[in-house]
T-cell receptor
Framework: DTEVTQTPKHLVMGMTNKKSLKCEQH?????MYWYKQKAKKPPELMFV???????INESVPSRFSPECPNSSLLNLHLHALQPEDSALYLC??????????????????FGAGSRLTVL | RKEVEQDPGPFNVPEGATVAFNCTYS??????FFWYRQDCRKEPKLLMS???SGNEDGRFTAQLNRASQYISLLIRDSKLSDSATYLC??????????????FGTGTRLKVLA
């Protein structure tokens, strides 16, 4: 079963378009994340929501606008993107806070990603 | 200096070989440590969490050295299916109070027949 679901899997948009990426998790997690990954690079953190509040914005340009409507949903609104924004956008979730590794409670679980191409 | 560093490789090894990856982290307040595996054009998937005392899962052994701030992953008896990128991940608690997961650059492994 896919516990973190992202839609759409692929998105092609022009620089003047407005689109959204969606993420839903069914794990009961209270922290959700957006990462951006370019080819042959590691995932790069963009935003963190903890208990539905934005708690980390890693100096992401305002053309990316996150939204967390409830504890299981996370959106990323896209507007006036540039071709260099083309990448794989990964959503992830975890339990916030400090846990012993043995508990498995703080494992970060990813969705399959949305591959974005900006023309 | 990057917060989490790994040798990018690639490591090309024959089937059956033992291979070791290291990862160093700069923030001594880091709390949790993980190894993820990522196949081409797929999402990262948890390989194993790294316990303070070290842990083993089949052919995979993870070790943590807090004093030297490094984590290691040992793969024994490599299989063709182990070919992937291995990402070291550190969960740290910055001043904002919200934990965040930082990825190393990843190490590419190719197991050759």
């Amino acid at each position: 079963d896919t516990e973190v679901t992202q839609t759409p899997k692929h998105l092609v948009m022009g620089m003047t378009n407005k689109k959204s990426l969606k993420c839903e998790q069914h794990m009961g997690h209270r922290a959700m994340y957006w990462y951006k990954q370019k080819a042959k690079k590691p995932p790069e953190l963009m935003f963190v929501y903890s208990y539905e509040k934005l708690s980390i914005n890693e100096s992401v340009p305002s053309r990316f606008s996150p939204e967390c409507p409830n504890s299981s949903l996370l959106n990323l609104h896209l507007h006036a993107l540039q071709p260099e924004d083309s990448a794989l956008y990964l959503c992830a979730s975890s339990q916030p806070g400090r846990f012993r590794a043995e508990s498995g409670a703080n494992v970060l679980t990813f969705g399959a990603g949305s591959r974005l191409t900006v023309l | 200096r990057k917060e989490v560093e790994q040798d990018p490789g690639p490591f090309n090894v024959p089937e059956g070989a033992t291979v070791a990856f290291n990862c160093t982290y700069s923030n001594s307040a880091s709390q949790s440590f993980f190894w993820y595996r990522q196949d081409c054009r797929k999402e990262p998937k948890l390989l194993m969490s790294v316990y303070s005392s070290g842990n083993e899962d089949g052919r995979f052994t993870a070790q943590l050295n807090r004093a030297s701030q490094y984590i290691s992953l040992l793969i024994r008896d490599s299989k063709l299916s182990d070919s992937a990128t291995y990402l070291c991940v550190v969960n740290m608690n910055p001043p904002s109070g919200t934990y965040k997961y930082i990825f190393g650059t990843g190490t590419r492994l190719k197991v050759l027949a």
